[in-house]
């Protein structure tokens, strides 16, 4: 165990290093007892294949590119589309010393809300690899809606990205599938909610999916941090600007696919 725990800091650490470099991710300031990096939209799997990834496109933008199989993100920055009816922010987050920070607590803050995006819906679906794979690092899974609050606590999912079944209580036993092996049950089969403990040698991997089925909504993450005697908030947001996910009211019928033969964009 102490060498996977060393193994699992040595690749985060390499991460973070790596993350000012590649510009796929964003860091912290140095006044946070922690550093933290950010993935948008990751491509990876959970549970069955194959996963598809949709996003509105406004009609005037003009011809959408083919999907890109190593970043749905900047597939979706290239197209200029949002996305339609889930967002998953990966966060990654390690202590800078041996000396504890807790993470307290997480809330979703929602900043604009508005009718459902217009435009056509666009779908990325890759059934082979890199997918159907699960991730090489254990996750804490959380599931927030943006449908019944401006401020939804996320809560556990032991479901991975996905999230399809009924959303659990905080600190309850309360989920359909059981897992003994998921990284968010203790001992007793409980599922295990904030505060979580991390330092330079226990990181923590935390997967926070957002989902709507009524509105456009522009959001950001707070995680709340006490380490020291000192305590904060840190605001997690798309580089400088809000998350943005809406629902659609395309039919599943009409939204577009890419057929790799044709090299163009055709409905199901």
């Known amino acids: 165990m102490a060498a996977l725990a060393a193994a699992l800091a040595a690749s985060i650490t390499a991460l973070i290093t790596n993350a000012a470099t590649t510009g796929v991710a964003q860091i912290t300031a140095a006044r946070e007892p922690f550093t933290w990096v950010k993935r948008v939209n990751p491509v990876k799997f959970y549970g069955p294949c194959p996963r598809a990834y949709r996003i509105i496109v406004d009609t005037?933008?003009?011809?959408?590119?083919?999907?890109?199989?190593?970043?749905?993100?900047?597939?979706?920055?290239?197209?200029?589309?949002?996305?339609?009816?889930?967002?998953?922010?990966e966060i990654t987050l390690q202590g800078r010393s041996?000396?504890?920070t807790?993470?307290?607590?997480?809330?979703?803050?929602?900043?604009?809300?508005?009718?459902?995006?217009?435009?056509?819906?666009?779908?990325?679906?890759?059934?082979?690899?890199?997918?159907?794979?699960?991730?090489?690092?254990?996750?804490?899974?959380?599931?927030?809606?943006?449908?019944?609050?401006?401020?939804?606590?996320p809560v556990p999912s032991n479901d991975g990205p996905d999230f399809p079944t009924p959303t659990p209580t905080p600190g309850k036993e309360a989920n359909a599938q059981q897992d003994d092996n998921h990284p968010d049950k203790n001992e007793q089969g409980e599922v295990i909610y904030f505060p979580y403990r991390i330092t330079d040698s226990d990181p923590e991997i935390i997967d926070v999916g957002v989902e709507t089925s009524s509105c456009d909504c522009?959001?950001?993450i707070?995680?709340?941090?006490?380490?020291?005697?000192?305590?904060?908030?840190?605001?997690?947001?798309d580089g400088g600007k809000p998350f943005r996910t809406s629902a659609s009211a395309v039919k599943d019928s009409e939204v577009l696919f890419y057929d790799g033969h044709r090299h163009k964009w055709v409905p199901a």
Not at 63 to 83: C, F, K, L, Y
Not at 117 to 128: C, I, K, L, M
Request: with cysteine; aromatic share 6%.
């Open 60 to 89: 005037h933008v003009g011809a959408v590119p083919p999907p890109d199989e190593e970043s749905w993100e900047r597939w979706r920055r290239a197209a200029r589309g949002i996305d339609q009816g889930t967002t998953h922010v």
């Open 98 to 100: 041996a000396a504890a």
């Open 222 to 237: 707070d995680l709340d941090w006490a380490s020291g005697g000192d305590s904060g908030t840190v605001t997690i947001d």
């Open 102 to 153: 807790l993470l307290q607590g997480m809330r979703i803050r929602v900043v604009k809300r508005s009718h459902p995006a217009a435009g056509a819906v666009y779908e990325a679906d890759f059934p082979g690899d890199p997918g159907c794979a699960n991730s090489t690092l254990a996750e804490r899974n959380l599931y927030a809606s943006l449908d019944a609050s401006d401020r939804p606590t």
């Open 218 to 220: 522009a959001w950001v």
